[in-house]
């Protein structure tokens, strides 16, 4: 396999992912730092993928090969459905505990400063950067799913490993396209 070659082609997977309003920030008791961890990426994950999406956008016009221009726009795709499903998390989260909302604000503050501060060449080599790094990590939590998330919340375990699968199958996307 090469990294200017898709590995799998991408399937864009619209999950219906509800969270009721009575989500436990400590759904994880089992392993309430596991736990805690994931929550905090998934408040990362929002700012970062919707920054993702304003990035492809801009350099959707630059895109002058077909097969690139495809891979991106599936690429796009992908990240707007785990944004939206880690935003339904996110939301039940804040419901129950209204001081996270806070959180949340920065994370996305974090991800628009850095989108106005930079150039397009920049935020390409960003995202090819961090998502080349996430296989290794995503394939250890896949590969160990039932210690790390089987005492969890179906739910929310459910959440993570999706989004898991879904990284690993477009983890040479963002290089293809910033290639």
Known sequence: ???N???VPITVRNLPFT???GVRFNWHPKNPAFGRFLNSLSFLFVGFEQYIIKV???AAPLIQDPAVKIEARLFLEQEAQHSVAHSR???ALTKTYPGLQSTLDKAIEHFDQLYRRETTAFHLAYIADLEATFTPTLSF???NRQPLFEAGDAN???L???HAVEEIEHRSSAFIIYN
């Open 19 to 21: 969270f009721s309003d």
């Open 156 to 158: 929310v375990s459910s």
């Open 141 to 143: 939590a896949i590969n």
């Open 5 to 7: 070659q898709p590995a």
């Open 89 to 91: 998390h996110i939301k």
């Open 56 to 58: 492809l956008r801009d």
């Open 160 to 162: 993570f490993l999706w």
């Open 1 to 3: 396999m090469s990294f």
